[in-house]
T-cell receptor, first 113, second 112 residues
Framework: SQQGEEDPQALSIQEGENATMNCSYK?????LQWYRQNSGRGLVHLIL?????REKHSGRLRVTLDTSKKSSSLLITASRAADTASYFC?????????????FGSGTQLTVLP | NAGVTQTPKFQVLKTGQSMTLQCAQD?????MYWYRQDPGMGLRLIYY???????DKGEVPNGYNVSRLNKREFSLRLESAAPSQTSVYFC???????????FGEGSRLTVL
């Protein structure tokens, strides 16, 4: 079963606009991470937010976390054509002897030039 | 640094054949993971290894076996491939305090 679910499944915007993607999850987490995947490539880590944090910034990325609503959002400001990719949220829970990440099904972002 | 390296990148098998996917990381990470990615399903954890000598089942382990050969290498074996195992397989490693994973480029497997 999917711990994280992204919304929307697909998003198409013009270059220069902001893109917002949302993630909802079901159980308590240690942290929530966002990853990016370009077509045909592996996933690349973007940003991590801990369960006791509410907002985090990294360059043009802004992530928020609301643990009461079990949701997170990823905002990409001033988008570029090169931001076209799939974006996945991943939740980490404490389980067993290793960190385990559970991924959502992703949001496909298309930025039109 | 190469990061996480997976081989092969592409493979076509017939039903019932066996094969091993290889993964190696050069970041001195303790933990290594195998995920599969299917359209619309995101990534699902097959097996993971918290440290050399240990392996544990993930969400979808049936039909697979793994070996943590040493700290660098973690292999995934399909003993008798089935069409349902057609997928893209990703190896990942992690070891930092912050918990992010580093992924390989994927191995695209088709089972006919």
């Amino acid at each position: 079963s999917q711990q994280g679910e992204e919304d929307p499944q697909a998003l198409s915007i013009q270059e220069g606009e902001n893109a917002t993607m949302n993630c909802s999850y079901k159980t308590s987490i240690n942290n929530l991470q966002w990853y990016r995947q370009n077509s045909g490539r592996g996933l690349v880590h973007l940003i991590l937010i801990r369960s006791n944090e509410r907002e985090k910034h990294s360059g043009r990325l802004r992530v928020t976390l609301d643990t009461s609503k079990k949701s997170s959002s990823l905002l990409i400001t001033a988008s570029r054509a090169a931001d076209t990719a799939s974006y996945f949220c991943a939740t980490e829970i404490s389980s067993g002897s290793a960190r385990q990440l559970t991924f959502g099904s992703g949001t496909q972002l298309t930025v039109l030039p | 640094n190469a990061g996480v390296t997976q081989t092969p990148k592409f493979q076509v098998l017939k039903t019932g054949q066996s094969m091993t996917l290889q993964c190696a990381q050069d970041m001195n990470h303790n933990s290594m993971y195998w995920y599969r990615q299917d359209p619309g399903m995101g990534l699902r954890l097959i097996y993971y290894s918290a440290s050399e000598g240990t392996t544990d089942k993930g969400e979808v382990p049936n039909g697979y076996n793994v070996s943590r050969l040493n700290k660098r290498e973690f292999s995934l074996r399909l003993e008798s491939a089935a069409p349902s195992q057609t997928s893209v397989y990703f190896c990942a490693s992690g070891g930092s305090y912050y918990g992010e994973l580093f992924f390989g480029e994927g191995s695209r497997l088709t089972v006919l």
